[in-house]
């Protein structure tokens, strides 16, 4: 079985300092992995995806997320933080023998203070 | 951009009653999907569809739910009989296809409350 472990319910920031939500996941065989955001009355928007090649992975707004085999992470990444984006972040995972299926994590509230 | 649109954004239903969840996906995707989010818990897989039938579903999708595309453009998830515990926000998804160069796109859910 498949599944993703977010660990930090809520991360608090600053705005103009670097940003990271962390995701670990474990699945059977390659993972494909992918960060998703909230926000308030909105469904899940895709931010970005590691399916193969390069380790660093960059996506919408500004973010990025680096995968780690050996310690089976996603952690999700901006260099400088901005109010705007304060909002619900969802890890997901699919196996290679899941079909269609995602299994998301908890999600982290991700607040930015000016 | 071409969004999923989901009706009615809130819907509130007495226990043992029927509901359908609507769903506009975008046009050109061919792959659809149902999930669910209790308040406060993580998002989860209800079930997929293409080509008009279920090509797969989770433990949660039991005998109470169906799917159903009645038109070229709806796609919509019935509860046949609500439970308290199916209140939740339910997000319908489409992808162009089933790759996994293909991200899902979600709508803004509709929350179900049962009372």
């Known amino acids: 079985a498949q599944s993703v472990a977010q660990p930090e319910d809520q991360v608090k920031v600053a705005e103009g300092n670097p940003l990271t939500v962390k995701c670990t996941y474990s699945v059977s065989g390659n993972p494909y992995l992918f960060w998703y955001v909230q926000y308030p009355n909105r469904g899940l928007q895709f931010l970005l995806k590691y399916i193969t090649g390069d380790n660093l992975v960059k996506g919408s707004y500004g973010f990025e997320a680096e995968f780690n085999k050996s310690q089976t992470s996603f952690h999700l990444k901006k260099p400088s933080a901005l109010v705007s984006d304060s909002a619900l972040y969802f890890c997901a995972v699919r196996g290679a023998n899941a079909g269609n299926m995602l299994t998301f994590g908890g999600g982290t509230r991700l607040m930015v203070k000016p | 951009e071409p969004e999923v649109t989901q009706t009615p954004s809130h819907q509130v239903t007495q226990m043992g009653q029927e509901v359908i969840l609507r769903c506009v996906p975008i046009s050109n995707h061919l792959y659809f999907y149902w999930y669910r989010q209790i308040l406060g818990q993580k998002v989860e897989f209800l079930v997929s569809?293409?080509?008009?039938?279920?090509?797969?579903k989770s433990e949660i999708f039991d005998d109470q739910f169906s799917v159903e595309r009645p038109d070229g453009s709806n796609f919509t998830l019935k509860i046949r009989s609500t439970k308290l515990e199916d209140s939740a926000m339910y997000f319908c998804a489409s992808s162009e296809w089933s790759g996994i160069n293909s991200p899902l796109h979600f709508g803004n859910g509709t929350r179900l409350t049962v009372t």
């Open positions: 569809f293409y080509n008009n039938e279920i090509s797969e």
